[in-house]
């Protein structure tokens, strides 16, 4: 079995300041970690993948990503928000190959002026 | 080239009339996924079609809910005798073929909002 747990609901930082999104995953394999975003009204749309290649992932936008076996982590950074990073994002994990992934409970990111 | 897209954006309906959900995956992704979206949560897997193999079903939540693929195109999700708790965004992913490190990538739809009154 595998899910993944977003540990914040809400998270709001100022433009300019840190943006650090956390998830935690547990999987009986060694899993593939994703981080999707969703803007209000559009589609998902891929940040970033894992895949065992490299723990150290940059995505999109200036976003990256770390995974932690020993923590069974995978949090996203970006080093300075920007106002259009203001979106849901969702922390996915899959058992690898063409199986159904599964969908963390999202995290809203609120970028102040 | 063209994403996936899904048809019709948005879809009101009556509680107890059937709906169908259209998806046109991205050319030559041979496998495809259906996902609901609840308002403020994840997305719940429902069903994924594999090029001519028998479809995983595991995520319908009940017996009103059933998917057809015309080989490796167009799917469609009916809802049939729609209740409430149906309201929600139904999301299409596709994905391609296995070449190495894409296999599981999916790319998503824009997906359908339906309102059960």
């Known amino acids: 079995a595998q899910s993944v747990t977003q540990l914040d609901s809400h998270v709001s930082v100022s433009e300019g300041t840190p943006v650090l999104l956390r998830c935690n995953y547990s999987s009986s394999y060694s899993p593939s970690l994703f981080w999707y975003v969703q803007h209000p009204n559009k589609g998902l749309q891929l940040l970033l993948k894992?895949?065992?290649?490299?723990?150290l992932v940059k995505g999109i936008n200036g976003f990256e990503a770390e995974f932690k076996k020993s923590e069974t982590s995978f949090h996203l950074t970006k080093p300075s928000a920007h106002m259009s990073d203001a979106a849901e994002y969702f922390c996915v994990v899959s058992m690898g190959g063409r199986r159904a992934l599964t969908f963390g409970s999202g995290t809203r990111l609120q970028v102040q002026p | 080239g063209a994403g996936v897209s899904q048809s019709p954006s948005n879809k009101v309906t009556e509680k107890g009339k059937d709906v169908e959900l259209r998806c046109d995956p991205i050319s030559g992704h041979t496998a495809l996924y259906w996902y609901r979206q609840r308002l403020g949560q994840g997305l719940e897997f429902l069903i994924y079609f594999q090029g001519n193999s028998a479809p995983d079903k595991s995520g319908l939540p009940s017996d009103r809910f059933s998917a057809e693929r015309t080989g490796e195109s167009v799917s469609t999700l009916t809802i049939q005798r729609t209740q409430q708790e149906d309201s929600a965004v139904y999301l299409c992913?596709?994905?391609?073929?296995?070449?190495?490190?894409?296999?599981?990538?999916?790319?998503f739809g824009p997906g359908t909002r339906l309102t059960v009154l």
């Open positions: 992913a596709s994905s391609p073929p296995p070449l190495a490190g894409l296999t599981d990538t999916q790319y």
């Open positions: 894992y895949t065992s290649a490299a723990t």
